[in-house]
């Protein structure tokens, strides 16, 4: 078991960050960490990287309690911070080669697994600049390089794509994915398309309780409300579509589209009543924003208890 | 530990604040010791090295928190102290590193007035009247004096995200320490405990090493200030976990 978190609970002074939340994440799992802001995410992290200590519970990271072995779970944690604070006076390669160093890595392997992860990262262009003369993407790059240099077996990245650009975003996730191959990765984000397009498994937190840990597929599934915006060639009466038991509810959208907010995908049941009634569709489609329709369920329902 | 000792030194030498600290500390010093009529060796008549000891502390009490003021402030303020603490590092590692550092720095600006001894003792007449034993003991006393100041001023970084915060409490804890509580030790309200609070103040532990006298309890009472300092700035650090 990588990481094993069991009835952790953080109190900042009378509000619960953390609250009795337990989780597991086994050797080679990739894990989304989602929650809104302010939800516990980063305050967990902060917890099994042995910054913070917990105000109740057991967390072991790599095998070791955070809290009686914190300099064996660092040695083998790879860690970026939320905002990746960075010595930004210091050099690519020199700040490298500075956090190789602290993991007690010296002569040819340091200097091999600095070369390394200039390559892996893709910062060959950006080695010899000083830090603070990076764009925002490379900067996220040089943070990934520093978490990943002493080749921790878990990697936990706290919200590594936030303030990028859409392309930037792509790269990192990318970049997220080749280095997972046989590391224990748990990263934080509030994107779910994020966790979609990285990893399975995603745990979803919401002040600071655990509201889903499943993976995506069955969470969507979980939801049975699918949302599907169909677009005509002329806007059709939507009672002809209120027949079908799996539709819930139609809404008329700009451009003579409808959406449908339905319990499994009936694409094709849409498709044909529309056939049967010469309507003609020129376009249909599963609206991608059910994930956040679902996040959004899932952090705001329960919040009475 | 070596790793932060050698990165912070790095730091220092990239930023021009090693330069900027040494020149101003030697040209400043050099100005008393042998320009400034009233301070002047040459106008003086005795071959000693006076002006360097007893303004030493003085140029230290500004230049060393100018040194250490960024410490653990810029750390804070950039966040990279979230980074460093969860490296595989102990508080104490961190701590002594940059203590270690920041002294490293002083010493290598005070190596260089050794030209001035060497300047003083050529100058003697005969050659080489000049009491030894009372430079090298100030010389010592010089070196403690820096190493408690740098602990101040790394404990008064450790406090605040403000650099200018942390120079300003450095400066002032410096001086009251240094001379401060032996001005204050002359008031006649306490009298029957001015060499009490004096003893406690640094200057008079510096001025008995001065006289080339090393005694162990004043060595180990400016030892055992800068150690409190770092216990103190220990126990800042660590408040993170209460």
């Given amino acids: 078991m990588s990481i094993k978190i069991s009835n952790l609970t953080k109190v900042f002074g009378k509000q619960n960050a953390v609250d009795n939340i337990s989780f597991e994440v086994e050797e080679g799992e990739i894990v989304g960490f989602l929650g809104p802001n302010g939800a516990g995410k980063s305050t967990t992290m902060k917890i099994a990287n042995c910054y913070l200590p917990p105000t109740s519970g057991i967390v072991e990271v790599a095998g070791y309690n955070v809290t009686e072995q914190p300099l064996l779970v660092r040695r083998n944690t790879g860690y970026l911070p939320e905002q990746n604070p960075l010595y930004t006076d210091m050099y690519v390669h020199e700040y490298l080669q500075f956090a190789g160093k602290i993991h007690g890595l010296s002569g040819k392997t340091l200097k091999n697994r600095v070369g390394e992860m200039i390559s892996l990262c893709g910062l060959e262009v950006e080695q010899n600049k000083k830090i603070e003369a990076l764009s925002k993407g490379y900067r996220q790059r040089v943070g990934l390089a520093q978490s990943l240099i002493h080749d921790p077996k878990v990697l936990i990245l706290d919200e590594p794509t936030t303030g990028l650009d859409p392309n930037q975003i792509v790269e990192i996730r990318n970049l997220i994915k080749n280095i997972s191959k046989n590391k224990t990765v748990i990263f934080s984000t509030h994107i779910m398309q994020e966790v979609q397009a990285i990893c399975n498994r995603v745990i979803v937190i919401n002040k600071g309780k655990i509201v889903a840990d499943d993976n995506i597929a069955s969470i969507l599934k979980g939801k049975n409300e699918i949302i599907i915006l169909a677009e005509f060639e002329s806007l059709p009466n939507p009672d002809v579509f209120s027949s079908l038991e799996e539709v819930k509810g139609i809404e008329i959208k700009e451009g003579s589209k409808l959406e449908f907010t339905v319990s499994e995908d009936i694409r094709s049941k849409i498709m044909k009543v529309a056939a049967a009634n010469d309507i003609l569709i020129i376009g249909i489609q599963v609206e991608s924003s059910n994930l956040e329709n679902i996040f959004h369920q899932l952090t705001t329902v329960k919040q009475d208890d | ?242």
């Fill in chain 2, 1 to 242: 530990m070596i790793e932060i000792i050698k990165k912070e030194f790095n730091s220092f030498l990239s930023s021009l604040i090693a330069y900027i600290v040494i020149s101003v500390f030697l040209t400043g010093i050099g100005l008393f010791m042998w320009v400034f009529p009233e301070t002047s060796i040459l106008n003086y008549g005795y071959a000693d090295m006076e002006a360097l000891f007893s303004f030493g502390p003085y140029v230290l009490m500004f230049l060393i928190p100018a040194i250490t003021m960024r410490s653990f402030s810029e750390e804070y303020k950039s966040g990279t102290i979230e980074w460093l603490l969860t490296k595989p590092l102990t508080d104490w590692n961190i701590i002594l590193g940059k203590y270690a550092a920041g002294l490293l720095l002083v010493v290598f600006a005070l190596i260089p007035t050794g030209v001035y001894y060497y300047s003083v003792y050529q100058l003697g007449n005969p050659v080489g009247n000049i009491d030894s034993p009372a430079v090298i003991g100030s010389y010592i006393g010089l070196l403690l004096l820096s190493a408690v100041f740098t602990s101040v001023g790394i404990c008064a970084s450790a406090m605040t995200r403000n650099q200018i915060t942390s120079f300003v409490v450095a400066v002032f804890l410096s001086f009251i320490l240094y001379s401060g509580l032996s001005s204050l030790a002359a008031i006649n309200v306490w009298a029957e405990f001015s060499v009490f609070i004096e003893k406690i103040g640094i200057v008079y532990h510096y001025n008995a090493l001065s006289r080339g006298l090393i005694d162990t309890r004043n060595v180990f009472y400016l030892l055992s200030l800068s150690t409190f300092m770092l216990l103190v700035t220990k126990l800042i650090i660590g408040s993170r976990k209460w």
